[in-house]
């Protein structure tokens, strides 16, 4: 049984940094966290089975840290009790993985694991079967040497050069510049480079000088050498501040009193880490010519007003009267201390994100996670879950300060140094797999480290069958009960692993394929909401599709059940996941898009959209497509108040701008509806819908001339664009430019073949191009229908 557990985690500790698959839709998350629940589940199973059957007796060690631990775990659970969705809890929002429960506690076994499985050296006396400190720290310094080997592939572009040479065998995703089995970031991999040198600095300082040592160098310099390259912040400062305190420390204890020289090593990396945080390294792009592409991160600033705003429970003062919620004192008081649950930062900062994050370049995009592991805690755990940890990570360092001597074991300072640049990374950085699994598993190979010179700090507690043989039967009982568990896990984790697989399968097809894939996810894991909101959209594509045949070619059996299965899939969507605004704004297009195909179809998107308004107060874009709804009912004072709302959000966003431009126009206020788009374009001189209603503007308005220029101006820009084309044809109309207007007329019949309204004007204008003929006299009335028939549009309509 020692041997099985000292396998799994040897295995673990090795493959985790280094494992991604590219059969799943998230290549890397995803895999490490089956990878992580296997091993532990196993290696778990192992341990308790060897004492219940074989040892006849319980056996653990006591350690300071174990009761902070058990309350950090017992607050993520009684999270998610409480979870406003407690899918995501469980697992981890889908497409991050990284965050859910299920993760959380197989980190806590392997914390137990490790302190109770692991020896302190690897003396020869000592049993060989059992994990040593420095067994799993080799390992873990293997896979490293790894990672930044792969890295280094896929910076200089070896990997593509390996796939062209083989003849294109490898995963897309590996032929990224950016590749790298740590994280799906280079930033990621810098946060993990910068923890892993610090072990390394520390293993250099407390060793003898051997082959080993020069082993450490070689990684050092390699290490350093990729974060050179890829040159993040974040990564420079957990370098200069765990490193600083390093050496404080190292000074205050005296621990190389005999060969202080050893400190000019972390001298010269903090040196290095105020060169590149300062700036003063950028020649490296002129000598290499990188440039990889970034990773968007959620900001300090918003991240913690984000997390405050969830832990206090706060209405968004912005919502419409009628949309305006209350929220009761029990679910105030259950987010301050338990927040919205583990694994739900996507929710807390939908919700409550400032509206000042609107100014920001990337203001559309959806964070599921914040840029500090601590306010992500604190929003998602509450004050409860951010205190326990808290008080978790402080004990460990005021512990180790304690026990730590002048002549330390060569283990204990390197993983003190290592935690600290963890801790220093949770503040400023999330956490993916890999670094949370580095987090748990230095902190249990640091607890070990105690042992050596806790002086009774670290007990051994242990519970004999011998003397209550009932127990034997008890745990037995619950091994067992375990163990079934166990298989269940496995069993229902390979089915949601093959409904992961189909999914990314079919995002890669198109067509009944596509559906047949979508499908066969959803059956294998009906209760994930994002294969049945993509299954919805894939739905109403297809319908799209056939209602664009000929009217002779369409199955309306086919447009019937697409129909249906669009709106069942949305409406399930929301039923799982109520509290995910995606879900309801997906509900909300569904209903739009079938306007005219479903009688309620206008009212049932409005629902659908102010349910994701109030769970995403802040967003622009969904408060102006309610307006353009409410314009469908003719309701225009309600339109004009959810484009208002928008404009608070967003005073800057161009669609609700030109949504009141129309509706203005719509109440023939039309100078100030021209007024509000030249000054639009004057700020967003490149937005195309803003071009052609104000070219549109200028021909109703009988600016002509200008009119033509905007029309020219976006027919240039998008060669396709059938309004612009349409609109254009008839200002050339206008102004007499009959041969243009019919080059431009038969343009828009090409992109719309078939279009009645188009072949009439088309024929209307190339009679007109004709030469004039001597005709019989026409009657009065006759020449009057004529002119009437020959007349272009008074007007061009949105």
Same mark, same amino acid.
């Given at each position: 049984?020692?041997?099985?557990?000292?396998?799994?985690?040897?295995?673990?500790?090795?493959?985790?940094?280094?494992?991604?698959?590219?059969?799943?839709?998230?290549?890397?998350?995803?895999?490490?966290?089956?990878?992580?629940?296997?091993?532990?589940?196993?290696?778990?199973?192992?341990?308790?089975?060897?004492?219940?059957?074989?040892?006849?007796?319980?056996?653990?060690?006591?350690?300071?840290?174990?009761?902070?631990?058990?309350?950090?775990?017992?607050?993520?659970?009684?999270?998610?009790?409480?979870?406003?969705?407690?899918?995501?809890?469980?697992?981890?929002?889908?497409?991050?993985?990284?965050?859910?429960?299920?993760?959380?506690?197989?980190?806590?076994?392997?914390?137990?694991?490790?302190?109770?499985?692991?020896?302190?050296?690897?003396?020869?006396?000592?049993?060989?079967?059992?994990?040593?400190?420095?067994?799993?720290?080799?390992?873990?310094?293997?896979?490293?040497?790894?990672?930044?080997?792969?890295?280094?592939?896929?910076?200089?572009?070896?990997?593509?050069?390996?796939?062209?040479?083989?003849?294109?065998?490898?995963?897309?995703?590996?032929?990224?510049?950016?590749?790298?089995?740590?994280?799906?970031?280079?930033?990621?991999?810098?946060?993990?480079?910068?923890?892993?040198?610090?072990?390394?600095?520390?293993?250099?300082?407390?060793?003898?000088?051997?082959?080993?040592?020069?082993?450490?160098?070689?990684?050092?310099?390699?290490?350093?050498?990729?974060?050179?390259?890829?040159?993040?912040?974040?990564?420079?400062?957990?370098?200069?501040?765990?490193?600083?305190?390093?050496?404080?420390?190292?000074?205050?204890?005296?621990?190389?009193?005999?060969?202080?020289?050893?400190?000019?090593?972390?001298?010269?990396?903090?040196?290095?880490?105020?060169?590149?945080?300062?700036?003063?390294?950028?020649?490296?792009?002129?000598?290499?010519?990188?440039?990889?592409?970034?990773?968007?991160?959620?900001?300090?600033?918003?991240?913690?007003?984000?997390?405050?705003?969830?832990?206090?429970?706060?209405?968004?003062?912005?919502?419409?009267?009628?949309?305006?919620?209350?929220?009761?004192?029990?679910?105030?008081?259950?987010?301050?201390?338990?927040?919205?649950?583990?694994?739900?930062?996507?929710?807390?900062?939908?919700?409550?994100?400032?509206?000042?994050?609107?100014?920001?370049?990337?203001?559309?995009?959806?964070?599921?996670?914040?840029?500090?592991?601590?306010?992500?805690?604190?929003?998602?755990?509450?004050?409860?879950?951010?205190?326990?940890?808290?008080?978790?990570?402080?004990?460990?360092?005021?512990?180790?300060?304690?026990?730590?001597?002048?002549?330390?074991?060569?283990?204990?300072?390197?993983?003190?140094?290592?935690?600290?640049?963890?801790?220093?990374?949770?503040?400023?950085?999330?956490?993916?797999?890999?670094?949370?699994?580095?987090?748990?598993?230095?902190?249990?190979?640091?607890?070990?480290?105690?042992?050596?010179?806790?002086?009774?700090?670290?007990?051994?507690?242990?519970?004999?069958?011998?003397?209550?043989?009932?127990?034997?039967?008890?745990?037995?009982?619950?091994?067992?009960?375990?163990?079934?568990?166990?298989?269940?896990?496995?069993?229902?984790?390979?089915?949601?692993?093959?409904?992961?697989?189909?999914?990314?399968?079919?995002?890669?097809?198109?067509?009944?394929?596509?559906?047949?894939?979508?499908?066969?996810?959803?059956?294998?894991?009906?209760?994930?909401?994002?294969?049945?909101?993509?299954?919805?959209?894939?739905?109403?594509?297809?319908?799209?599709?056939?209602?664009?045949?000929?009217?002779?070619?369409?199955?309306?059996?086919?447009?019937?059940?697409?129909?249906?299965?669009?709106? *069942?899939?949305? %409406? &399930?969507? +929301?039923?799982?996941? !109520?509290?995910?605004?995606?879900?309801?704004?997906?509900? =909300? /297009? #569904? $209903?739009?898009?079938?306007?005219?195909?479903?009688?309620?179809?206008?009212?049932?998107?409005?629902?659908?959209?102010?349910?994701?308004?109030?769970?995403?107060?802040?967003?622009?874009?969904?408060?102006?497509?309610?307006?353009?709804?409410?314009?469908?009912?003719?309701?225009?004072?309600?339109?004009?108040?959810?484009?208002?709302?928008?404009?608070?959000?967003?005073?800057?966003?161009?669609?609700?701008?030109?949504?009141?431009?129309?509706?203005?126009?719509?109440?023939?206020?039309?100078?100030?509806?021209?007024?509000?788009?030249?000054?639009?374009?004057?700020?967003?001189?490149?937005?195309?819908?803003?071009?052609?209603?104000?070219?549109?503007?200028?021909?109703?308005?009988?600016?002509?001339?200008?009119?033509? *220029?905007?029309? %020219? &101006?976006? +027919?240039?820009?998008? !060669?396709?664009?059938?309004?612009?084309?349409?609109?254009? =044809? /008839? #200002? $050339?109309?206008?102004?007499?430019?009959?041969?243009?207007?019919?080059?431009?007329?038969?343009?828009?019949?090409?992109?719309?073949?078939?279009?009645?309204?188009?072949?009439?004007?088309?024929?209307?204008?190339?009679?007109?191009?004709?030469?004039?003929?001597?005709?019989?006299?026409?009657?009065?009335?006759?020449?009057?229908?004529?002119?009437?028939?020959?007349?272009?549009?008074?007007?061009?309509?949105?």
């Amino acid at each position: 049984m020692n041997r099985i557990i000292k396998i799994s985690i040897y295995l673990l500790v090795f493959l985790l940094p280094l494992l991604w698959l590219p059969f799943s839709f998230e290549a890397f998350e995803f895999n490490k966290q089956y990878l992580l629940f296997f091993l532990v589940s196993i290696a778990l199973f192992a341990w308790l089975a060897k004492q219940v059957f074989i040892d006849k007796e319980i056996r653990f060690k006591k350690t300071p840290l174990d009761i902070f631990v058990l309350g950090f775990l017992f607050v993520a659970v009684l999270s998610v009790v409480f979870s406003v969705d407690r899918g995501s809890s469980l697992f981890g929002f889908y497409g991050r993985f990284s965050n859910g429960l299920i993760g959380l506690l197989s980190l806590g076994a392997l914390y137990f694991l490790i302190t109770n499985n692991t020896r302190v050296d690897t003396d020869r006396n000592t049993d060989k079967d059992r994990l040593s400190i420095s067994g799993v720290l080799k390992a873990f310094l293997w896979s490293s040497f790894f990672v930044i080997l792969f890295s280094y592939f896929s910076v200089f572009g070896l990997w593509a050069k390996l796939n062209a040479a083989m003849g294109g065998v490898f995963p897309r995703v590996m032929l990224q510049p950016i590749f790298n089995p740590a994280a799906g970031s280079m930033e990621g991999l810098a946060i993990f480079l910068s923890i892993t040198l610090v072990l390394i600095v520390g293993l250099i300082l407390c060793s003898k000088w051997n082959l080993k040592q020069l082993a450490y160098w070689a990684l050092l310099a390699l290490g350093i050498g990729l974060l050179v390259i890829v040159d993040y912040n974040l990564a420079w400062i957990i370098l200069l501040v765990s490193l600083s305190v390093f050496l404080v420390l190292s000074l205050a204890k005296r621990i190389f009193r005999e060969n202080v020289n050893k400190l000019l090593l972390p001298i010269l990396l903090i040196i290095i880490s105020v060169i590149f945080l300062i700036g003063a390294a950028n020649f490296k792009f002129s000598i290499f010519n990188f440039q990889l592409p970034q990773e968007q991160i959620l900001g300090q600033g918003i991240s913690w007003k984000t997390a405050v705003g969830a832990a206090v429970a706060e209405t968004s003062p912005h919502l419409p009267p009628h949309l305006a919620s209350r929220v009761s004192v029990t679910e105030k008081i259950k987010s301050l201390f338990l927040g919205s649950g583990i694994g739900t930062y996507f929710y807390d900062f939908a919700k409550f994100k400032p509206v000042e994050f609107n100014q920001n370049p990337f203001w559309q995009i959806g964070f599921d996670r914040a840029g500090s592991h601590f306010a992500e805690i604190l929003g998602t755990m509450g004050f409860l879950g951010l205190i326990s940890y808290s008080a978790l990570i402080g004990v460990f360092l005021i512990v180790s300060w304690f026990l730590l001597k002048t002549k330390t074991s060569s283990f204990q300072l390197p993983l003190l140094m290592t935690f600290l640049a963890l801790a220093v990374g949770q503040f400023v950085y999330y956490q993916n797999t890999a670094l949370v699994f580095t987090f748990w598993f230095i902190l249990g190979l640091g607890v070990v480290s105690w042992q050596r010179s806790a002086g009774g700090v670290v007990k051994e507690k242990i519970i004999s069958f011998k003397e209550l043989p009932e127990l034997s039967l008890i745990f037995s009982a619950v091994l067992i009960i375990l163990g079934v568990a166990i298989l269940g896990f496995y069993y229902f984790g390979a089915n949601y692993y093959l409904a992961d697989v189909n999914y990314n399968k079919g995002l890669g097809v198109l067509g009944q394929e596509r559906i047949e894939k979508l499908e066969r996810a959803v059956e294998l894991n009906p209760r994930l909401s994002q294969y049945r909101l993509v299954l919805s959209r894939s739905f109403l594509f297809e319908l799209f599709q056939e209602a664009q045949k000929p009217l002779e070619r369409q199955d309306l059996n086919k447009m019937q059940t697409m129909l249906s299965r669009a709106i *069942e899939e949305a %409406e &399930t969507a +929301t039923d799982l996941q !109520p509290n995910f605004a995606a879900n309801w704004i997906n509900k =909300g /297009v #569904v $209903y739009r898009e079938i306007i005219g195909l479903a009688g309620e179809a206008v009212e049932l998107s409005i629902r659908s959209l102010e349910r994701a308004v109030v769970l995403e107060s802040a967003n622009p874009v969904i408060y102006t497509e309610l307006g353009k709804l409410y314009l469908v009912l003719e309701n225009e004072q309600r339109a004009r108040e959810y484009f208002q709302k928008a404009l608070e959000k967003k005073p800057d966003y161009a669609e609700a701008i030109i949504q009141e431009a129309l509706l203005l126009e719509k109440e023939d206020i039309l100078e100030e509806a021209i007024i509000k788009l030249e000054n639009l374009i004057a700020r967003d001189s490149w937005n195309i819908e803003a071009h052609f209603q104000l070219g549109r503007l200028y021909y109703n308005a009988g600016r002509i001339d200008e009119a033509v *220029e905007l029309f %020219e &101006t976006v +027919t240039f820009w998008i !060669p396709q664009h059938s309004n612009a084309l349409y609109s254009l =044809g /008839v #200002v $050339y109309v206008a102004k007499d430019r009959i041969q243009e207007a019919i080059l431009v007329f038969e343009r828009v019949l090409e992109l719309n073949p078939g279009n009645q309204d188009i072949m009439q004007k088309l024929e209307i204008l190339k009679r007109q191009g004709e030469p004039e003929e001597q005709e019989e006299q026409e009657t009065p009335e006759e020449q009057e229908e004529q002119e009437k028939q020959e007349e272009p549009f008074p007007s061009i309509s949105p």
